[in-house]
Structures are given as structure tokens and as C-alpha cells.
């Protein structure tokens, strides 16, 4: 689209995240613009550079009704942190309890997909239903599917403009800056959790230490890697 072309003239692929985040929150003022995150690193990182650059940008997060009592405690954490940002809560208004009565018990190890449409991509749809500007903490070095992430581009699935200011960094990038600036992170990432999600879907990996990611540890036994939260020339990506 000519939107994106545009504006990928002023800023590049290896343009620095927080160079990126004082265009974006320049360009983009007035608009309805949204961070969302799941409380890994990467969201971390990434609020405390719009903070610091006076952004004042709800911050969406989706409870599943499964979130580790840990994810919760760090959001408070965020939040007396970073006072400008406010965190806005999405979640499906189907409890758990009625989704057992309505497809039996346990649905994440029968029908996984289904599980992660009806508590995660159906709620992120009505989430950024009026949204123009959606900013994720997505990076190509989180795992091949996202190798043609792009920092600006158009988001085909929720119809917006999508940024991703941290596409070119890894994780060994964010716990550095996280470091750095002292920035409040999910104690699991201390206890061999590399990513974050549901308490049944997410396990620790052995061996991985804080500032190292990998893509084990969620959905183990299953071939399935990915949520559907994201898609990138019709491919999926987990948030």
C-alpha cells in the first residue's frame, strides 16, 4: 500500500527501536494507536521507550483466564512504573468454566487452535476493531516465521497499520537495554521460561537462561507453534 511505502522512506529496517518509537508516536499523534503485549521482555522493553519518550499509549493485553499469577504481578509492576501508559484488559466474555460446559474439559489438549481463537484472536479482533496504529514487540529473531517481519507494514488480518520497532533486535538486544534502564520483567524469564502464555500451554525449557529465547516450551508434543494473533503473508505468528 502507498501508506507503507511511504513511510518506510523514512525509516528503515535497521532503524533503532527507540528512533522508531519517537517517529511513530510523532507521526501517528491523534490517531488511535495501541501497544499490545503479553508481558514477555520485548513488551517490557518497548513500553519503557514510548514512556520515555512521553508516550502516553494504551497498553492492550489479553486475559485468557490462564495468565501465570507472576504475568499479573508484572503488569502491576508496569503500571506503577509507568503511570502515562494505561493498561486496558481484553478477554473473551466466554469464562472458563462455560467454555468447559461448551466443549468439554480441557479443550487446550484436544483442539488447541480452537482453545487460542476463542480466548486470544477473537478477543485481539474486537480489540483493534477502531484501531489505526497497532505496535508490537515482534522481532524476525523470534523465529523463521517472522523472518520478513517488517517495521512498518500493513496488517491484512485486522486491517491497520502494523510497527514493530524492534523487528531487527534478539533477545540477547532487549535484556541488555532491559539491564540497562532497569526495566521491570516477568520473574518466569529467571526460572527458564522464554517466552509467556498460558499456564497449560507453557513450560520451562531446560538449560535456558534469562536473555536467551527460543520457541520451546509452548505447546510441547504438538506440532503446533503458533497462536494466530499475527500473519505475515498468510502465515501466522504468536504474539
Not at 142 to 169: F, H, I, M, T
Request: charged fraction near 25%; include cysteine.
Amino acid at each position: 500500500m502507498r501508506i507503507v511505502r511511504d513511510i518506510d522512506a523514512d525509516i528503515g529496517e535497521d532503524s533503532p527501536p527507540e528512533r522508531v518509537v519517537g517517529w511513530l508516536l510523532q507521526r501517528f499523534a491523534g490517531r488511535r494507536m495501541v501497544v499490545t503485549t503479553g508481558f514477555g521482555m520485548e513488551g517490557c522493553a518497548l513500553m519503557d521507550m514510548i514512556a520515555r519518550r512521553g508516550g502516553t499509549l494504551p497498553v492492550l493485553y489479553l486475559d485468557t483466564g490462564f495468565l501465570f499469577p507472576e504475568t499479573l504481578r508484572l503488569r502491576d509492576r508496569l503500571a506503577a512504573r509507568y503511570p502515562a501508559l494505561t493498561f486496558e484488559r481484553r478477554s473473551t466474555a466466554l469464562t472458563p468454566e462455560a467454555q468447559e460446559l461448551r466443549y468439554g474439559p480441557e479443550l487446550w489438549t484436544r483442539e488447541p487452535d480452537t482453545c487460542c481463537t476463542l480466548r486470544k484472536v477473537e478477543p485481539m479482533r474486537e480489540a483493534l476493531d477502531d484501531v489505526d496504529v497497532w505496535v508490537t514487540g515482534l522481532m524476525r529473531s523470534q523465529s523463521p516465521s517472522r523472518d520478513d517481519l517488517r517495521v512498518v507494514e500493513w496488517d491484512w488480518q485486522y486491517q491497520l497499520l502494523k510497527v514493530n520497532p524492534l523487528a531487527s533486535w534478539d533477545r540477547a538486544t532487549v535484556w541488555e537495554y532491559v539491564q540497562r534502564h532497569d526495566v521491570p520483567y516477568n520473574e518466569l524469564h529467571d526460572r527458564g521460561y522464554p517466552t509467556l502464555g498460558c499456564t497449560h500451554c507453557t513450560l520451562p525449557v531446560a538449560g535456558n537462561v534469562t536473555g536467551e529465547y527460543t520457541r520451546e516450551g509452548r505447546w510441547q508434543g504438538r506440532s503446533k507453534l503458533e497462536c494466530g494473533l499475527h500473519q505475515i503473508a498468510g502465515r501466522q505468528m504468536s504474539a
